[in-house]
Structure formats: C-alpha cells, structure tokens
C-alpha cells in the first residue's frame, strides 16, 4: 500500500531549476521550454526511483518497479505532472515513463544504469522545503521501506551507504530516533 503522502499536501511549494543533465550528453544544455519544478508530486515520485526504479541508460526512460502494490495512485500522479508513461505486466508490475520524467530525475541527480551503491538523497530534496523531503521520505518507504508488526518502528533498507548516512542525518534532525547498522 502506498503512504498517500501526495494527498497529503494539496498546497505545493515548488523550486525551479534552472539547468538540467542532458539525458544523452555528459555536458549542461540550456533548461528544456518547460522548466522542471521539484514538489512534492515529484519528491515522492523521486523517492520511488531512488528505492525500486532506475533511469534507463540506453533509452531516456524511467522505470519503477511496484512489488504489490496498486500502479493506480502513481498513474494519477504521473497523470498530474502531465508524464507519459505505460505499464509493463510481469513478474513485478513495472512502470515506464518517459522523456520529461527522465530530465526531472536527472536533474535531480539521480545516476543512469546501476544506481544501488551510488545512490543519494538529491541535493534538491536536501534544499527543498520539509515538505518535500517527507514526500521523498514516503516514496522510499513506499519502494524500500516496510513497518515491523510488533512495535512501532519503520526499516528502509538499502546497499548505498552514503543514502543510508544522508536518511539518518536528516531523519534525526526531524526529531526521530534514528539507528543504521549493517546486514
């Protein structure tokens, strides 16, 4: 099931970036005529893919995979950021977006191909309001995340140190307790 933290938040504070990382170049380009906003539609859409989706090296496309869950809440958030996109029946439920769905994730630095030991928290989200950190936050439980049975505690699980380092950092400085170990 997935947090619904995009209904949370029906007034969005957004950030405009002014440039973004070619999907096909390693040099800046000018910004596309749509400049990207980062809010909390994105943020958590950018938790998702940060958890169990990667941007497709080959081809300028997302790709999120939904282990059990409905595609029917993120197809309305895709819907409302205007991305085109479709579902891949499988094993796993897959979703592909596209083009703009790409820019918007490489802008906020979200590596191509194999991401799991490289990933991080976007600096963006790190800038953005609280808001949208929560919405990443969600994202990622939604994608990684699961919460024990027995006790109140929530485990987001995850190979890249530096994503395990930054989520603690930030998480404590929210107030929650907060422990990383190694498996």
């Known amino acids: 099931t997935t947090t619904g933290i995009h209904n949370l938040f029906p007034q969005y504070q957004s950030i405009q970036i002014a440039w973004w990382r070619s999907p096909r170049h390693a040099r800046w380009e000018k910004p596309p005529e749509e400049p990207v906003i980062i809010d909390e539609r994105v943020s958590y859409l950018a938790g998702l893919v940060v958890g169990d989706g990667h941007l497709l090296a080959k081809s300028p496309q997302v790709q999120i995979a939904l282990a059990d869950e409905s595609p029917e809440p993120i197809e309305e958030l895709l819907q409302s950021l205007d991305v085109r996109y479709h579902l891949v029946p499988g094993k796993m439920l897959q979703i592909r977006a596209g083009v703009k769905m790409y820019r918007i994730m490489a802008a906020m630095g979200i590596p191509s191909g194999k991401k799991s030991h490289l990933v991080r928290i976007p600096e963006l989200i790190i800038k953005a309001p609280p808001s949208c950190f929560f919405a990443f936050l969600a994202g990622l439980i939604d994608s990684d995340g699961n919460f024990a049975k027995d006790r109140p505690r929530l485990r987001i699980t995850t ?25």
């Open 159 to 183: 190979v890249s140190q530096a994503l395990a380092t930054e989520l603690q950092a930030l998480i404590s400085a929210y107030g929650f307790r907060t422990r990383c170990h190694r498996f």
